[in-house]
């Protein structure tokens, strides 16, 4: 079970369309999540990066 989300994007202009596929993925489960604005992403193409922590099952 995924329990939490961090989102790190490059432009803040593109939250409304993260934050919508956030939404259409994990709207049922609803992990505590976290949105930061950055300077720069490893690769210039790069907008988003996702890191998720989970509980796997036993």
């Known amino acids: 079970m995924i329990f ?3 989102i790190s994007i490059f432009l803040i202009s593109i939250f409304e369309d993260v ?3 956030h939404n259409a993925v ?3 489960i609803k ?3 976290s949105l930061l604005e950055i ?3 490893v ?3 790069m907008l988003v990066e996702i ?3 989970a509980i796997v099952g036993e």
């Open 4 to 6: 939490r989300i961090l």
């Open 19 to 21: 934050a919508k596929a």
């Open 26 to 28: 994990f709207h049922e």
């Open 31 to 33: 992990p505590a999540t």
């Open 39 to 41: 300077k720069s992403l």
């Open 43 to 45: 690769h210039p193409d």
């Open 51 to 53: 890191e998720a922590t």
